[in-house]
C-alpha cells in the first residue's frame, strides 16, 4: 500500500519532469510554484498529520526563510548556500522558540497561540519598514548562480530546480515519517497518554516535530523567494497559513503524498479560476467549505477525537 | 513626552479600547459556549459597518444604521452557525477552515456589492465636535465610543449575572455536557450567543465606520486585534474581554507612537508571553 504510494507519487514527478520541456511557460511556471507549496503543505503535515497538532501560523517560518533570502539577495552580494542556509536556519530557530512556547498548549490552545505567534512574525514583515520595506515588500530577489551550466533565471531549469527540491524534502520526510522517531510521533496522536505511559518523551517529540516541521517550511520559503522574485508581507499572512491547512485537510492529513497533491491543487484552481473570473476569492471560499462538509474524511479523519 | 501627549495617547487608546471591546466580546462569548475559533468574526465587522452605509445612505438615521447593521448581520451568524457550524461539533480545525471560508465569501460578495472604495459613515451633527480641557482635545466621537462599550459591558455583565438566560449562557460555558444534562437547551443558547456575537461585532463596525472608516480588508485586519483581546482576556470571559480590549487599545496606541516600527511586535509579543505563561488567559479557565 505504502510503496504503491511512493510508486504513484514517483510516477507523478517523472511524469511532470518528462513533459516540462513541451510546456508554454505558465503551465510550466504554475507546476514550479505547485512543487515549492507542496513542500510547506508536507511540512505542515509532520505536524497536523502525524503528529496531531493543528498549526494556525505556519507561513511564520516560510516567511521568515523568505525575507531572509529577499534581504541577503538584494542587499548583500551573499550566494546560493548562503542564502539557502540563511533562510532554513533562521526559520528553524524562529520554530525552536515557538516551539518553546506552543508545544505546552494543546487543541484549541495550540492552534491560538500558533496563531498569535504567527502575527508577531506578520507585524514584523509589516511594520518593520527599515528591514522589510514594509507593505511593499522587497522585489527583484535574483534568483542563485548555482555555477551549473544552466541558467535558473529561465522557467524550465528553475522548475527542475524546483523538482528536484521537492523530491529531496519528500525523500526526507519520507524516511522520518516511516522512522521510529514518526511511528512515535504517531503514536502521540493517537494516544498521548498512552505514549507517556510507556515511558516516551511526549514533550520533546512534539517539540522536535514542531522544529523539523519549521525547518522543512523555512525550505519551502528558500525556494519560494527565488521563484517569486518578491517577498511580501502577503507570504506571512493568517490567509496564508490557513491556506496551508486547506491543502493539508484537502489531501488527507497523515499521507505525504496527499498534502502535495492538494498543494498542487489549490495552486492551479486559484491560478486558472482567477483566469476565468474575478470572483475567485467566492470560488476558494467555497471550496474550503465544500471540503469540510464533503470531504470529511480527507479532512477530518486524523481529528475525529481532538478539540 | 509632554503630558498633553500621555493624556491624548491614553484617551485615544482608551477609545480604540471601547471600539475593540464590541468586536472582541462577542467573540469571547461565542469561543466561550462553543470552542469555535471563528475567522469570520472580522467579517462581521465590516459587513456592519457596509449595511450601516447603506442604510445612512437611504434613510439617513444614524441610530437605525447600528440596528440594522446589528440584525442583519445577527442573520448571517444565526445562519452560519445553524446551518454549517453545528454539524462540525468538536471538530476543531473543521471548524476553522469552515470560517475561512465564510470569510473569503464575505470579503467578495462586500466587494462584489459594494465596491472597493473605502468610505466613512457620517456621524450626526451632535457626535461631531471636539472637547477641549486645556491644550488637550477630546473629539466627542470617541467619548460616544467610550459610551456605548461601556454601556455594552454594564449591560451584557447585567445579562450574564443576574437573568436566567444568561445563567444558562454561564453553564453552557463551563460545562456543556452538564448544562444539557440539567435540561438546557444548549444548542438554542449556543445559537442565540452566535447571533448576538455577531450582532455586536456589527454594531462596532458601524460605529467604527464613523472612526476608522468602511473599506474592504478591514475584516482581516481587525481580526488579530480581536484575538489579541481574547486570548490576553481568557477565552469566554467577559470581564477578561473588557481588560483585553482596554490593554490592547492602550498597547497598541502607545506602541504605535512610541515605536511605529515595531507597533504591532509591541502588540503580539506581551500576548504571545502571557499565552506562554498562563495559556488560559488573563482570566480565562481551563
Known amino acids: 500500500m505504502i510503496d504503491r504510494r511512493i510508486a504513484a507519487g514517483a510516477a507523478a514527478l517523472a511524469l511532470a519532469g518528462l513533459v516540462a ?49 529577499g534581504i541577503l539577495a538584494t542587499e548583500t552580494q551573499v550566494g546560493f548556500i548562503g542564502c539557502l542556509l540563511a533562510g532554513v536556519l533562521l526559520a528553524t530557530a524562529a520554530a525552536a522558540l515557538f516551539g518553546l512556547l506552543a508545544i505546552r498548549a494543546t487543541g484549541v490552545y495550540f492552534l491560538m497561540i500558533t496563531l498569535a505567534l504567527g502575527m508577531v512574525v506578520w507585524g514584523l514583515a509589516f511594520r518593520w519598514v527599515s528591514m522589510t520595506k514594509g507593505d511593499n515588500g522587497i522585489t527583484g530577489v535574483p534568483r542563485p548562480e548555482l555555477g551549473l551550466p544552466w541558467n535558473l533565471a529561465a522557467p524550465l531549469p528553475f522548475f527542475y530546480f524546483a523538482l528536484v527540491a521537492t523530491v529531496l524534502a519528500w525523500a526526507a520526510l519520507g524516511v522520518l515519517v ?8 504517531k503514536g502521540i496522536r493517537e494516544s498521548e497518554t498512552r505514549m507517556r505511559a510507556l515511558g516516551y518523551n511526549v514533550w520533546l517529540h512534539k517539540y522536535l516535530s514542531f522544529v523539523i516541521s519549521g525547518l522543512f517550511a523555512g525550505f519551502s520559503g528558500v525556494l519560494w523567494a527565488w521563484y517569486n522574485g518578491f517577498v511580501s508581507p502577503v507570504d506571512v499572512q493568517l490567509v496564508t497559513s490557513v491556506e496551508a491547512l486547506l491543502m493539508v485537510a484537502l489531501g488527507g492529513p497523515g499521507t505525504l503524498a496527499g498534502p502535495a497533491l492538494g498543494a498542487a491543487s489549490i495552486v492551479f484552481l486559484k491560478n486558472f479560476v482567477s483566469v476565468y473570473t474575478k470572483r475567485w476569492l467566492l470560488i476558494l471560499g467555497a471550496v474550503y467549505i465544500g471540503v469540510i462538509l464533503f470531504a470529511p474524511r480527507g479532512v477530518l479523519g486524523a481529528f475525529r477525537r481532538g478539540r | ?33 462553543m ?159 452566535f447571533a448576538l456575537g455577531a ?88
Open chain 2, 35 to 193: 470552542r469555535i475559533v471563528n475567522l469570520a468574526h472580522g467579517s462581521y465587522f465590516m459587513l456592519g459597518g457596509y449595511v450601516g452605509l447603506s442604510v445612512v445612505w437611504r434613510t439617513g438615521s444614524y441610530t437605525a444604521a447600528i440596528f440594522a447593521g446589528a440584525l442583519a448581520i445577527a442573520l448571517v451568524g444565526a445562519g452560519m452557525e445553524r446551518l454549517f457550524l453545528r454539524r462540525l461539533s468538536g471538530q476543531t480545525l473543521g471548524q476553522v477552515l469552515m470560517t475561512v471560508g465564510f470569510a473569503l465569501i464575505f470579503q467578495d460578495l462586500a466587494l462584489l456589492i459594494w465596491g472597493g472604495d473605502p468610505y466613512s459613515i457620517q456621524a450626526p451633527a451632535a457626535l461631531q465636535g471636539v472637547l477641549t480641557a486645556g491644550a488637550v482635545r477630546f473629539p466627542v466621537y470617541r467619548i460616544f465610543m467610550i459610551v456605548v462599550a461601556v454601556g455594552v459591558g454594564a449591560a451584557l455583565w447585567l445579562a450574564l449575572d443576574r437573568t436566567r438566560a444568561g445563567a444558562m449562557i454561564r453553564a453552557a460555558v463551563d460545562d456543556r455536557e452538564m448544562a444539557q444534562g440539567v435540561g438546557i437547551n444548549v444548542p438554542v443558547v449556543s445559537l442565540a450567543v
Open chain 1, 178 to 185: 516511516r522512522s521510529p522517531f514518526g511511528l512515535s510521533l
Open chain 1, 21 to 69: 520541456p513541451t510546456l508554454p511557460s505558465y503551465p510550466l511556471t504554475l507546476l514550479t510554484q505547485a512543487a515549492i507549496v507542496a513542500i510547506l503543505a508536507m511540512s505542515l503535515d509532520v505536524l497536523l498529520g502525524y503528529t496531531g497538532l493543528p498549526s494556525l501560523g505556519h507561513a511564520a517560518y516560510f516567511g521568515i526563510a523568505a525575507y531572509a533570502v
Open chain 2, 199 to 286: 450582532a455586536l461585532a456589527a454594531a462596532g463596525g458601524v460605529i467604527g465606520g464613523g472612526f476608522i472608516g468602511v473599506y474592504p480588508g478591514s475584516d482581516f485586519e481587525m481580526l488579530p486585534y480581536a484575538f489579541v483581546v481574547v486570548i490576553v482576556g481568557g477565552l469566554g470571559s467577559l470581564p477578561g474581554a473588557m481588560v483585553g480590549s482596554l490593554l490592547v487599545g492602550l498597547l497598541d496606541n502607545f506602541g504605535k507612537a512610541l515605536f511605529p516600527e515595531l507597533s504591532y511586535f509591541t502588540l503580539f509579543a506581551p500576548m504571545a508571553l502571557i499565552l506562554a505563561l498562563k495559556p488560559t488567559g488573563l482570566f480565562g479557565r481551563v
Open chain 2, 1 to 33: 513626552m509632554t503630558a498633553e501627549f500621555w493624556v491624548t495617547q491614553a484617551f485615544n487608546g482608551l477609545s480604540y479600547g471601547a471600539l475593540l471591546f464590541l468586536l472582541a466580546s462577542g467573540l469571547s462569548l461565542i469561543f466561550g459556549v
